[in-house]
């Protein structure tokens, strides 16, 4: 029953900005909500009900899609911004990062591994802890899928932030700058937003941290693919 | 709009580098790379790029919906690969999180209270110690 019109691109970005309006609306309501779980179960049960093939829907998608290339360049700002409050600290910073970018490709790829993962999963499961547009292209470089790669990495930055604060607290990280860190590394722009709430020093810890990770960890996938 | 013509230019010069160049990261970590160079450098004026990067920052999940709506195609590989998903992505999650935050916290003790005494000085009174010590009596 779709017709032609569904395939012009108009269609896909109309229906998702909408989504993602009323998302944000009702998170304002119900605080819990993640409007981003919000804006894509409700695009994807419209897509199943009303039987829109995923390609009309994508022709739109790949349009606002785009904008996450200087998305990601823009990550420049606050990492510039954070990096001259943070000068004094960032031996600590980049140590941890990377620690922390090297255990998140090794641990993510062993562990899907050991559980009796497709090659197609563990390569996208690799980059999940990086921001999502990062995340995405180091999948596909790796020969993963960049759709499980963006589940995965989303689901990430959710476990993070919503277990992260409190588990590193109860193993010893208390500070500032630690926790701030930590989190960004693990839990990217959704740690980082949470974060931002609470508290403003870990907050920027975080997008530094997160800003970092993506570009730690894309220098990292190159050793990856090149010992693969 | 001029933000955005600089932030679009970066990447281009991103795509430009990784298909000339060789350079094996994705083109917009390339660009992310060079433009926080060239702020740091001043090339680049903070406020002229500030509205445009914290819109598209602040509208990030917008431009990735479309991406997670893609799943859609993947759903039979993550019925099959059920406990490899949720498990890697725990166990992950939480090495991360961990050696991260270890790490951090080992090296940054001294500078990190005294940033925080640095922070808190206009909260309250004594702030150094009271950093101090919070930085050192919770060893985990």
Request: with cysteine.
């Amino acid at each position: 029953m779709p017709s032609g019109w569904f395939f012009d691109p108009v269609f896909g970005v109309a229906v998702t900005v909408a989504a993602y309006v009323l998302s944000l609306r009702l998170q304002r309501r119900l605080p819990w909500l993640h409007p981003l779980f919000v804006t894509s179960g409700g695009l994807i049960l419209m897509l199943v009900a009303l039987r829109i093939p995923y390609t009309a829907y994508a022709a739109g998608g790949k349009v606002l899609e785009f904008f996450l290339g200087p998305a990601t360049v823009a990550l420049g700002v606050p990492l510039y911004r954070q990096f001259r409050r943070m000068k004094r600290n960032l031996a600590a910073i980049l140590a941890g990062v990377t620690a922390g970018s090297a255990t998140g490709l090794v641990t993510a790829g062993l562990s899907a591994s050991l559980f009796g993962a497709s090659q197609e999963l563990v390569r996208s499961m690799m980059p999940k802890s990086v921001t999502t547009p990062i995340a995405l292209e180091l999948a596909r470089d790796l020969g993963g899928v960049p759709e499980l790669a963006a589940v995965l990495t989303v689901l990430t930055g959710l476990f993070g932030s919503m277990f992260g604060p409190a588990l590193l607290r109860r193993c010893g990280v208390r500070d500032d700058l630690p926790l701030g860190i930590a989190i960004g590394t693990a839990a990217h722009g959704i740690g980082t937003a949470r974060l931002i709430r609470e508290s403003e020093p870990q907050g920027a810890a975080s997008s530094l941290a997160m800003a970092l990770a993506g570009i730690v960890t894309s220098v990292l996938a190159v050793l990856v693919r090149n010992g693969i | 709009m001029a933000g955005f013509a600089i932030l679009t230019a970066f990447l281009l010069a991103g795509h430009a580098i990784r298909e000339w160049g060789g350079v094996p990261l994705p083109a917009n970590v390339i660009g992310l790379i060079l433009f926080t160079a060239a702020l740091g450098f001043r090339l680049v004026k903070l406020e002229t790029v500030e509205k445009a990067a914290d819109f598209l920052l602040r509208h990030l999940m917008l431009f990735f919906a479309p991406v997670v709506v893609g799943v859609v195609s993947f759903f039979p590989l993550i019925g099959r690969e059920a406990a490899a998903f949720v498990g890697g992505l725990v166990i992950s999650a939480v090495a991360v999180l961990l050696v991260t935050g270890w790490t951090t916290k080992a090296l940054s003790r001294e500078t990190a209270a005294g940033v925080r005494a640095a922070d808190e000085a206009g909260r309250a009174e004594g702030a150094g110690t009271g950093g101090n010590a919070r930085g050192f009596d919770r060893g985990g």
